[in-house]
């Protein structure tokens, strides 16, 4: 545990010194500016209403809501990406992924650093994210809080176990740019963030179910705007749950071959 | 005479440099055929619900047909990806501030709004061809184009062009001349295809977003392509904002060269390579 206090503490001072604002302004205004999309597509060309396969689909008539809710958790799982995922590539970078290998801290206190770093700095940033959405007068109805809760812990849980591998994946092939970005783009588009699954072709769906991501969204679509309550999603939380240990134990199993990777390519 | 075939070569120079840096790397591969298209899927499915809406093709009548909604979202996809790939540009180009081989480029005799342009052009030709091969080929599938003559298309190909271009040299000129290249590059990627209606017809975005999509000239460009493309427009139609783009190009490439000449005189005096 201290060293990912110790890490959570580090990564804040050096935010904090070096790039107080690229960050912040880096995770609102992508959200915001989606948000903005909906709200003026839902009510200059929907005359503000959505079609019926949207509620069909969805369980629900609230499409801003869902944009809402979408919209924030996948820039969420951005920020939580950049953060843990790209932690050990950026030592790497800057030539300290040497000592790092052989300081007697363990990996994952280390990247767990990161994560409670970004989710604390996230959950400021979201609150700027809010006023933009009471601004435009968009209410996102709770369905049931216990449920939401569980549905950000499990969103949390899912993206760090992505993390730990791709952050492996990342130093083995010396490359974070086209990974990362790869990986948002295909996570965007077949979670389930800002539309229902069901649009996609059947491929797509079998391929969205092994992602941990998407049945966290499920949860808290479903805990926000879906109208359900905890029993009904504990089902999708238990499947989340499984994935999320399943990616964990891959990531952690392989990250040390990756670490041995670069660093024999390194020297 | 003299004049103009030393910039042709500082011109053509630059842009083999730009070529052989970009060309057959994966990221270009990436970020103009697979993220481009990905991303129109998830703007298409985001939207599907608005456009399925019973009073949305009253509203606009081109949401009641979903492939030519996905042919409006893919003509703006096209057109931000020529954009965006100048905006990558100039980022790398910002990269010679960090190398050190700036101060070089600023000691040679070469042009600097030449160099600018040079660079831009470079990298879009490296770019665009990929998501534009892609593109045609798939509006053509969809059968959703309308076209009034065959050399509308190279209306179109300039109208995409000559605008980037101007765009590419004057986000060059500024991008030189700052420290933190990677927030103005946050700053114009997303706002970028919000203003300009990528993704979203102009009539949907408020007046004052409208305003400010007018400065970007993706605006225009996007207007002239959908025009030429989709909706049966001839050149007299559009001519209105075709004019409009020339302008606003000379008017970019005007202030290219002023912050140019302006950034390299207080570098001469105070060493320091920024505007402020």
């Given amino acids: 545990m201290p060293t990912a206090r110790a890490t959570a503490w580090r990564t804040w001072q050096m935010t904090r010194r070096a790039y107080p604002w690229t960050y912040a302004v880096g995770t609102v205004l992508p959200a915001a500016l989606t948000i903005a999309l909906a709200y003026l597509g839902f009510h200059a060309i929907g005359g503000g209403e959505v079609g019926d396969d949207f509620a069909a689909d969805s369980g629900t008539t609230a499409y801003l809501a869902y944009i809402v809710v979408g919209a924030t958790a996948f820039q969420f799982t951005v920020r939580l990406i950049l953060w843990s995922a790209k932690a050990l590539i950026t030592e790497q970078r800057q030539g300290t992924l040497g000592a790092l290998l052989i300081a007697p801290a363990a990996r994952l206190p280390y990247l767990l650093g990161f994560t409670g770093f970004a989710v604390l700095s996230s959950i400021v940033e979201f609150f700027t994210l809010g006023l933009v959405v009471a601004a435009l007068g968009i209410t996102v109805p709770v369905s049931s809080v216990p449920g939401a809760l569980l549905g950000a812990l499990a969103l949390i849980a899912a993206v760090f176990a992505l993390s730990v591998g791709l952050g492996g994946l990342m130093i083995a092939a010396g490359e974070a740019h086209i990974s990362q970005n790869t990986v948002f783009i295909v996570l965007g588009l077949v979670s389930g963030f800002t539309f229902p699954r069901d649009y996609l072709p059947e491929p797509a769906r079998w391929f969205a179910e092994l992602l941990p991501t998407t049945s966290a969204m499920d949860v808290l679509h479903g805990s926000f705007t879906g109208g359900q309550s905890l029993p009904e999603l504990l089902p999708r939380l238990a499947v989340c749950a499984l994935l999320t240990g399943a990616y964990l134990f891959i990531g952690l199993t392989w990250l040390p071959r990756a670490e041995a990777r670069a660093a024999e390519r390194t020297y | ?276």
């Fill in chain 2, 1 to 276: 005479m003299n004049h103009l075939r030393h910039a042709l070569r500082v011109f053509a120079a630059e842009t083999l440099k730009q070529h052989r840096r970009l060309f057959g790397q994966p990221l270009v591969v990436f970020s103009m055929l697979v993220w481009p298209v990905l991303q129109l899927a998830t703007t298409y499915y985001t939207l599907r619900p608005v456009a399925t809406a019973s009073r949305a093709a009253e509203n606009w009548p081109l949401a009641a047909d979903p492939e030519r909604l996905l042919a409006f979202l893919a003509t703006g996809t096209l057109a931000y990806a020529f954009f965006f790939s100048l905006v990558q540009s100039a980022w790398h180009l910002s990269f010679e501030r960090a190398t050190g081989t700036l101060e070089l480029l600023f000691l040679s005799p070469a042009g600097r709004l030449t160099l600018m342009i040079a660079n831009g052009a470079g990298a879009l030709l490296q770019n665009a061809w990929l998501l534009t091969c892609f593109t045609v080929a798939a509006l053509t599938g969809f059968g959703t184009l309308s076209v009034a003559a065959w050399w509308m298309y190279g209306i179109v190909l300039l109208a995409l062009l000559v605008p980037a271009v101007a765009w590419g040299a004057f986000l060059n000129s500024l991008l030189v001349f700052s420290r933190d290249s990677a927030f103005l590059y946050t700053i114009l990627d997303e706002p970028l295809w919000f203003v300009s209606g990528v993704r979203l017809p102009h009539f949907a975005l408020p007046a004052a977003v409208q305003v400010v999509g007018a400065v970007f000239p993706l605006t225009g460009s996007l207007l002239a392509v959908r025009g030429a493309l989709l909706e049966h427009r001839t050149v007299s139609d559009l001519a209105p904002t075709l004019l409009g783009l020339g302008a606003l190009s000379a008017l970019l490439l005007a202030a290219a060269s002023l912050i140019l000449r302006v950034g390299e005189a207080r570098a001469r005096r105070t060493g320091a390579l920024s505007l402020a």
